[in-house]
T-cell receptor, first 115, second 116 residues
Framework: EAGVAQSPRYKIIEKRQSVAFWCNPI?????LYWYQQILGQGPKLLIQ????????DSQLPKDRFSAERLKGVDSTLKIQPAKLEDSAVYLCASSRTYGTSEEQYFGPGTRLTVT | AQTVTQSQPEMSVQEAETVTLSCTYD???????LFWYKQPPSRQMILVIRQEAYKQQNATENRFSVNFQKAAKSFSLKISDSQLGDAAMYFC?????????????FGKGTKLSVKP
């Protein structure tokens, strides 16, 4: 089966610009996650969707970050306006359903550089 | 709040030898899962091995095994017969039952190099 797809793979923008990332989860996976991985650190969960509803967005900086998952399939993460500290790899992951025991499958990530 | 600590930023092993990566965690929960993920350079993160806290038996997946010490809150990964393809960043992660299910909490990672 096809894995989690993300695009673009790389993006360079100037601070105060906006940017959007796209994720298509594994077919049939109900739960989708966005993680931020800053260089030298492990990934940190930003937001979690169950179908098209938000389960957890407690670590999402809502003044500049937004995410949606229309129709419960693919998802978009947006940053507006970007800051230098947003430079990171943004990982999307999906799991078959919602629950602690479910394995999360990760995409290749989008590497964002803010100059 | 739960935390995961990986105290070895980098490790090196000779091909065919055995290496152990360390991980400690802090939690007040009694039930949880622990994971080791592998992230090769420029490639996606994949699950290596998983351990349920309620199981006393250490998990094993081919050349990969863990030493789970619940009382000590320690979860180390042993890689036997190391291969060149094992070179990658390895992340230890915690997943609890409380709060947001699915909120993996990662350590900072250990970069493993394999020498031919």
């Amino acid at each position: 089966e096809a894995g989690v797809a993300q695009s673009p793979r790389y993006k360079i923008i100037e601070k105060r610009q906006s940017v959007a990332f796209w994720c298509n989860p594994i077919s049939g996976h109900a739960t989708l996650y966005w993680y931020q991985q800053i260089l030298g650190q492990g990934p940190k969960l930003l937001i979690q969707f169950q179908n098209n509803g938000v389960v957890d967005d407690s670590q999402l900086p809502k003044d500049r970050f937004s995410a949606e998952r229309l129709k419960g399939v693919d998802s978009t993460l947006k940053i507006q306006p970007a800051k230098l500290e947003d430079s990171a790899v943004y990982l999307c992951a999906s799991s078959r359903t919602y629950g602690t025991s479910e394995e999360q499958y990760f995409g290749p990530g989008t590497r964002l550089t803010v100059t | 709040a739960q935390t995961v600590t990986q105290s070895q930023p980098e490790m090196s092993v000779q091909e065919a030898e055995t290496v152990t990566l360390s991980c400690t965690y802090d939690t007040s929960e009694s039930d949880y899962y622990l994971f080791w993920y592998k992230q090769p350079p420029s490639r996606q993160m994949i699950l290596v091995i998983r351990q349920e806290a309620y199981k006393q038996q250490n998990a094993t997946e081919n050349r990969f095994s863990v030493n789970f010490q619940k009382a000590a809150k320690s979860f180390s990964l042993k890689i036997s017969d190391s291969q060149l393809g094992d070179a990658a960043m390895y992340f230890c992660a915690y997943l609890g039952y409380g709060g947001s299910q699915g909120n993996l909490i990662f350590g900072k990672g250990t970069k493993l190099s394999v020498k031919p």
